[in-house]
């Protein structure tokens, strides 16, 4: 969806909006064979786009359900992605002069170019932010045991133990690694 910016008076224009957003799904390229994150259904979106001079305001909130493959167990399961939004764009000119204007504010700072505004493009780039970067179907995932394959939630393999002590000193190394971002 595409706003014309010669349309935002000074009240503001506000959208709802459920869109069915293309090129979103993210699969994984290293098996090929599933999709790591899915959309299933459309993007539910409330906004506000307000203009100040050449400044652009949006703000709302976005959400979606979402299919999403477990990193560690490798189970598909539901999720959820909201965001909320809060952006100021700027006219592409000015983009030095106003970036240290807004520097103190909690807004995120974008710029656009031309007459049209894409909304699509907008809700495109926040879902993305709030993809994990590893998706856990919980957060204690017990993940599939290193050596045989086996599903470590629902069953207990034969495998010797210090297997799966390895695996689990692996996650805690990646959960301090998680704390240390
Ligand atoms: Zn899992
Ligand atoms: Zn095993």
Redesign the pocket.
């Known amino acids: 969806m595409k706003v014309n910016i010669g349309d935002i008076d000074a009240d503001g224009i506000s959208l709802d909006m459920a869109e069915d957003i293309e090129g979103l799904n993210v699969s994984s390229p290293a098996d090929g064979s599933g999709t790591d994150v899915f959309l299933t259904s459309p993007v539910d979106a409330h906004l506000v786009i307000k203009k100040s001079d050449s400044d652009i305001f949006v703000t709302g909130n976005l959400d979606a359900d979402a299919k999403m493959r477990c990193a560690r167990c490798l189970a598909e399961f539901k999720s959820h992605i909201h965001s909320d939004i809060n952006l100021v764009l700027l006219k592409a000119v000015k983009e030095e002069e106003k970036e240290k204007e807004l520097h103190e504010e909690d807004l995120d700072v974008s710029y656009y170019a031309g007459e049209e505004l894409d909304i699509t493009e907008i809700l495109r780039e926040h879902i993305l932010l709030e993809l994990p970067i590893q998706p856990l179907c919980k957060p204690l995932c017990r993940g599939l045991?290193p050596?045989?394959g086996?599903d470590l939630n629902k069953e207990k393999?034969?495998?010797p133990e210090e297997?799966h002590t390895d695996s689990r000193l692996m996650k805690l190394k990646e959960f301090k690694a998680e704390k240390a971002d």
């Open positions: 045991c050596k045989c086996a393999c034969s495998c297997v």
